[in-house]
């Protein structure tokens, strides 16, 4: 009986002794400050708070920045149709009259010669040449070995500028081989009379476009772009041949009276 009842003391000590082990490993008693709470419940408000300011507070959501409008596209304007002009008439030139050349003479105005037709004498008392001035120089005309010859794209005497004489080197000028510098030919007219002085007379060579006698020397012996008024007159050369060559003989005058 005294053994039983040892065996349940020792047994119920060991029970009391396993509960308190479990209870103060597992259950370990933390003493809390009685203002933590207060200081937890015044967090909780606050953030509470904080969260209430942040989504219900209006004043504090900035208000959304409003897009600017689309613009609507604009139509493309409709091309304005081009008309066609109606076309005009070129308006017909009025034909202005070309001023004569100034005169060089002092006896009154020049009247314009007829082609083919004699307007004067031209002569030299030097060597003897006195025959008449006929306007145009065609072969027709040269043939008929009657006088002394113009070319019509030259200025008709009285007129400034190249007065371009011919005939053939057996007809009038065949004389001019006598002419000295100095020597005067004499134009008479119906409308007046020029004096001209020989201040050239030599030969020269026909150029390939036959627009001008050119000497040895490069020295331009014709030149109808001349604005000085002179008499150039021009035979075939040499004198005594008759057959074709581009050799001339050209004596020059300048007017002087």
Known sequence: MRRTKAVITAVAVGVLTFATACASSAFTPVSVPPDSFASTTESAATAETANDAIYLSTDSIPEPTPHAPLSKPTAAPEPTPTQTPEPTEAPIPVPTDTPAPLTTSVWGDVVPATYGASYGTVSCSS???????????????????????????????????????????????????????????????????????????????????????????????????????????????????????????????????
């Not at 002394?148 to 007129?159: D, E, F, I, K, L």
């Not at 005939?167 to 007046?192: K, P, R």
């Not at 000497?215 to 008759?242: E, K």
Request: net charge negative; hydrophobic share 35%.
């Open 127 to 257: 060597v003897g040449i006195n025959a008449s001035l006929i306007w145009g120089d065609d072969q027709a005309l040269l043939d008929s070995r009657s006088g002394v010859y113009q070319y019509a794209g030259s200025y008709q005497v009285g007129y400034g500028g190249c007065h371009l004489l011919c005939s053939h080197n057996d007809s009038t000028l065949a004389l001019l081989q006598y002419v000295s510098i100095g020597d005067e030919f004499v134009v008479t007219t119906d409308y007046g009379q020029y004096v001209y002085t020989v201040d050239s007379a030599r030969p020269g060579t026909v150029t390939a476009d036959a627009g001008t006698v050119v000497a040895d020397d490069g020295t331009i012996l014709v030149d109808l772009s001349d604005t000085t008024d002179r008499l150039v007159m021009y035979t075939c050369y040499p004198f005594g041949y008759y057959q074709t060559t581009n050799q001339r003989y050209v004596v020059r005058a300048t007017l002087s009276a």
